[in-house]
């Protein structure tokens, strides 16, 4: 079942960014991580993919601009797919890039990035 990402969009008071100073927050906002989230992963259009998913009752999808923003940046940066998983998980930055406002939000699992190359093939 298709369901579109917006949680990005929603400001917390539990989000990196508040945890920050001002000076670490100007330095995000400066970054090519953010230029990429502003440019690359908010303009792209979920809804293309939901021909990919059923349209019967099903779990929901994991967020697919986090997933085609993860690849873009992986191929972008050089990285292996366990890296890039890494650099999700422990990387400010990269996770600024993806729209992972709150250090405990999950992009995806392996398996659901693996199933998700091979449907885009």
């Not at 990402?5 to 539990?14: P, V």
């Not at 989000?15 to 440019?39: A, G, H, T, V, W």
């Not at 929901?60 to 940046?73: E, G, K, R, Y």
Request: aromatic fraction near 14%; charged fraction near 25%; proline fraction near 1%.
């Amino acid at each position: 079942m298709f369901r579109q990402n917006i949680t990005h969009l929603q400001t917390s008071f539990f989000d990196i960014e508040s945890q920050l100073s001002e000076s670490k927050r100007k330095k995000i906002r400066e970054s090519e991580e953010y230029s990429f989230y502003q440019m690359i992963f908010q303009k792209i259009k979920e809804e293309d993919f939901a021909v990919l998913y059923s349209k019967n009752g099903s779990r929901p999808n994991s967020a697919v601009n986090v997933m085609v923003s993860a690849i873009i940046l992986a191929y972008r940066k050089g990285w292996t797919i366990k890296e890039m998983l890494e650099q999700i998980d422990f990387n400010l930055l990269t996770r600024t890039a993806l729209g992972l406002n709150k250090m405990d939000d999950t992009a995806f699992c392996e398996a659901t990035f693996f199933n998700f190359q091979n449907r885009l093939l």
